[in-house]
Each structure stands twice: as structure tokens, then as C-alpha cells.
């Protein structure tokens, strides 16, 4: 068993939010296991939650190390219409589960565009945000990963620089309660995202940017960009100043320096 595992009884309060909410102490991903839900035809909003990961994935192909003693769990949200700035949802999330995790950090947490959340430059959670059609339903699928308690030889493991919550708590909380706050804090900012868009998210993204003002390089796997950081505009897309002017970008990720570590996969926690 995992050192705190999870019991159904003490998700009480968000018990209510959903139409299941599925425990388990080991799954390949819970992404995965959304995706599989929503082709076999799963209605309603949906909470899956591991103890551990087997096949835990990050964003852009890379594995996401899941010990026993991180936070992994994934929300499917339904929804019946074309969704609109789909990939601004990411930053919605990133906002959301920041917002749930200063409930007890006691330093403050910043984003990385577009949805990884970082302490002192450490990367302390991390969202992959999926899309998944099934009949006239489009489902996004948000995957959240927060480092919750480590041990120093499972960060030491990991090719870039992380920390964990349990370092900026002043007592590490329940993880159920951790668990209650963001699926609280992420329901309701998808609804007012929904009805309002992003805007109303911008200046809270731009406050939190660890980068804004600074140089960044943007890499979408394929192609590289640099120039400073100017933050965020309405619909979420990272502007960026060069030599060439200022330039919109919708897609990538700010590129975070990996740690020089011999014998590691390409991982991410
Ligand atoms: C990233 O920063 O690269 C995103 C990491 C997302 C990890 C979470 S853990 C729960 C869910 N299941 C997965 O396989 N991935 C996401």
C-alpha cells in the first residue's frame, strides 16, 4: 500500500460533483483509463484517481515517473458543443490547480507556459490536457500530476529539477483533501471559462508567469523560437519579442533546462 492511501469515504464532499469517482492503488495512466471510459460510452463528468502509475505520460511523448507518493488523477469533462480556445483550457487548469495547491504552500507557485507549475523554478505539478471525441460528445480530458511527497532518491531520478509539495507545506495536508480542493477549484473555473472565455484568466495567468519579462525559448518539438516573454494574451497564446517583432504563439511549450544525469530516461515529474 502506498503511505496515504486513498479512501472513497473521506471524497465525501465532492462526492456529489460526479457522476463516478474511480480509485485505484496502481493503473497504467488514468489518462488512459479516461480515454478508454469515454469510448465505452461514459456520460457525465467523470474523476479517476491512482495511487501510483505504471505508464504515466507527460506532455509531448515524454513518461511522467509516478511513485506511489505523488497525486495523479484525471477529470473528463464533457461537452456538447464545439469547444472554443480549446488549448487555453490547459492554462485554466494550470491556474486552478495553483490556486489549490497555495492553500498550503507557503512559497508562492508560478506557472510555466503553458500549464506547468513551478516552486522556485522546480517543477511541482504538471497538467496534460487531452481531447477525445465519442458519438456527437467531445470530451477533454485534463491529467494532473502534482508531486506531493517524494523521497530525495526519487527526485534525484528525475532529468530536470523538481520539488514537491510536502517541501513547502508547513505540514504536508491529507491528500484527500488536496485532491477535494482542486477538483473544486477546476470545476468551477472550466464553467466560468466556458461562459466567459479566457480573458477574465489573463491577468491572473500574467502574475503568475515565472518567465514574463524574461528570455525564453519555445520549442513545439519541431521548430525553436526565442525572445522575451511578454505573457499571455486573451486567448491564451504566448507573445514573444524578438529582433523580428512580436509574435503570437498558440502551440509548445517554454523549454525548461534538463539536469545532466547519466543512465535516466527522458522523464518528467
Ligand atoms: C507534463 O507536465 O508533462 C504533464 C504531466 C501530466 C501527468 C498526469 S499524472 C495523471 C495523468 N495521467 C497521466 O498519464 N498523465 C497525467
Known amino acids: ?46 474523476l479517476i484517481i491512482a495511487d501510483s502509475q505504471t505508464g504515466g505520460r507527460g506532455r509531448r ?20 458543443k ?3 480556445q480549446p488549448q487555453a483550457l490547459s492554462l485554466v487548469a494550470a491556474i486552478s490547480v495553483k490556486n489549490s495547491l497555495e492553500e498550503w504552500s507557503m512559497t508562492p507557485i508560478k506557472l510555466k507556459w503553458p500549464n506547468d507549475l513551478l ?29 506531493y511527497l517524494l523521497t530525495v532518491d526519487q527526485k534525484v531520478k528525475i532529468d530536470r529539477e523538481v520539488t514537491d509539495l510536502n517541501e ?8 484527500e483533501r488536496v485532491i477535494t480542493k482542486i477538483c473544486i477549484d477546476l470545476l468551477n473555473n472550466v464553467r466560468e471559462f466556458v461562459g466567459e472565455g479566457f480573458a477574465p484568466f489573463k491577468s491572473v495567468w500574467n502574475e503568475s508567469d515565472h518567465y514574463l519579462g524574461s528570455s525564453v525559448v519555445v520549442s513545439d518539438g519541431k ?3 526565442s525572445g522575451i516573454s ?13 529582433d523580428s517583432g512580436k509574435e503570437l504563439i498558440s502551440s509548445g ?6 539536469r545532466e544525469l547519466v543512465g535516466t530516461i527522458n522523464c518528467d515529474t
Not at 29 to 42: F, H, P, Q, Y
Open 168 to 175: 513547502h507545506a508547513e505540514s504536508i495536508p491529507a491528500r
Open 119 to 147: 516552486v522556485e523554478g522546480k517543477k511541482l505539478a504538471g497538467i496534460l490536457l487531452e481531447l477525445e471525441t465519442s458519438g456527437k460528445n467531445n470530451h477533454v480530458v485534463f491529467g494532473i500530476g502534482v508531486n
Open 1 to 46: 500500500m502506498s503511505q496515504y492511501p486513498i479512501g472513497p469515504n473521506s471524497l465525501d464532499q465532492i462526492e456529489p460533483l460526479f457522476s463516478q469517482i474511480r480509485l485505484f492503488k496502481e493503473i497504467d495512466s488514468t489518462n488512459d483509463e479516461a480515454r478508454r471510459a469515454i469510448k465505452s460510452g461514459v456520460s457525465g463528468i467523470n
Open 61 to 80: 511523448g515524454r513518461t511522467w515517473v509516478s511513485p506511489a507518493g505523488g497525486l495523479y488523477m484525471s477529470f473528463i469533462f464533457p461537452f456538447q
Open 223 to 225: 521548430s525553436q523560437k
Open 253 to 258: 511549450e517554454i523549454a525548461f533546462g534538463l
Open 82 to 84: 464545439d469547444l472554443i
Open 230 to 242: 511578454l505573457g499571455v494574451n486573451d486567448g491564451a497564446e504566448l507573445i514573444i519579442e524578438s
